[in-house]
C-alpha cells in the first residue's frame, strides 16, 4: 500500500509541470508575426479509467503579437481541472510567453529559436501552485516536404508553494507532412522526463504519442474579412508508459487579425 501511494505521489508531481502547460502544443520558431493580433485557444482532456487520472482537463486563452521581426509575445490565462470526480474547473495561472527567433528561415542547417515564460499562481489554499519559469531552445528542420519541430524545455518552480527544488525537462516533437495548407497530417511527442538528475525510469515518466492534423485557412475563405488566417490543430495522444493517460484529446484554435 505504501509502494502503491508513493508512486501516485510521484505520478501527480510529475504531470503538474505538464499541466501547467495546458496545451499540448509544439512551439515553432516561425510563429513571429509582426503587425498582427493573434487571439488563441489551447486544450486538453484526459480520457482514463483510474481516478488518479480519469477527467483532467486543461485549456488556455491567449492573446499575441510579435513586438519586432523576431520576437513574438504573448500573455496567457490557464485554466484546469484536477483528475477525479467533482472536480471544479480553476484559473490557475497568468502567464508570460515569449518566442525569440535566432536565426532566419533557411540561413542554418536548421532554424532555431529560444522560448521562455513565466507563469504567475492565481490558486490559493488547498489548490495553491508554485509560480513557475519555463525556458529552452526550440529547433525546427524542413526536409522535402515535411517539417520537423522539437521543444526542449526546463522548468523550475518558484516561491514556497513549490514541490521540486530541481529543473524539471519536458521535450515535444512534431513530424508534420505539409500536403494540403487547409489540412495536413502530423505525428507528435509530448513527455515529461522529470528532475534533472533525479529522473525515474521510462515506465514511470509522462509520454503521450499521437496523430495529429494541422491547417489553416485564410478569412475571406471563411467569409469573415481579406485578410489574416485561422488556423488549427486537433489530435489524439496515446500513454505510451504506465503513469501517462491512456489517451488525450488535445486541440488548437488560433485567429490572426493584422492591424
Do not use: C
Not at 532566419?104 to 488547498?126: C, H, I, K, N
Not at 508554485?130 to 515535411?146: E, L, M, W, Y
Not at 504519442?209 to 471563411?222: E, T
Amino acid at each position: 500500500m505504501i509502494r502503491t501511494n508513493r508512486g501516485l505521489a510521484a505520478a501527480l508531481v510529475m504531470l503538474a509541470p505538464v499541466a501547467a502547460h495546458a496545451d499540448y502544443h509544439v512551439v515553432s520558431p516561425y510563429e513571429i508575426d509582426l503587425g498582427e493580433l493573434e487571439i488563441e485557444h489551447n486544450g486538453s482532456a484526459v480520457f482514463d479509467r483510474r481516478p488518479e487520472q480519469r477527467g483532467a482537463t486543461s485549456y488556455t486563452t491567449e492573446f499575441g503579437t510579435g513586438l519586432t521581426s523576431w520576437w513574438h509575445s504573448e500573455i496567457e490565462l490557464g485554466f484546469d481541472r484536477a483528475p477525479g470526480d467533482g472536480q471544479p474547473t480553476l484559473l490557475t495561472q497568468a502567464v508570460w510567453e515569449n518566442m525569440i527567433q535566432l536565426t532566419e528561415p533557411g540561413a542554418q542547417f536548421a532554424d532555431f529559436g529560444f522560448y521562455f515564460e513565466y507563469g504567475q499562481s492565481l490558486t490559493r489554499g488547498a489548490a495553491a501552485s508554485s509560480n513557475q519559469i519555463t525556458f529552452g531552445p526550440v529547433i525546427a528542420k524542413d526536409i522535402g516536404r515535411t517539417t520537423h519541430t522539437i521543444n526542449l524545455f526546463f522548468t523550475r518552480q518558484l516561491g514556497p508553494d513549490q514541490t521540486s527544488q530541481g529543473l524539471d525537462f519536458s521535450y515535444a516533437w512534431q513530424s508534420r507532412w505539409n500536403v494540403w495548407a487547409p489540412l495536413s497530417p502530423a505525428i507528435e511527442i509530448y513527455g515529461d522526463a522529470g528532475t534533472v538528475g533525479q529522473m525515474p525510469r521510462l515506465s514511470q515518466q509522462q509520454l503521450l504519442i499521437g496523430p495529429v492534423g494541422v491547417g489553416a485557412l485564410r478569412l475571406d475563405q471563411l467569409g469573415l474579412g481579406h485578410a489574416g488566417k485561422f488556423k488549427y490543430e486537433i489530435g489524439w495522444l496515446f500513454g505510451a508508459t504506465p503513469s501517462s493517460p491512456r489517451g488525450a484529446l488535445r486541440w488548437r484554435l488560433e485567429l490572426e487579425i493584422p492591424f
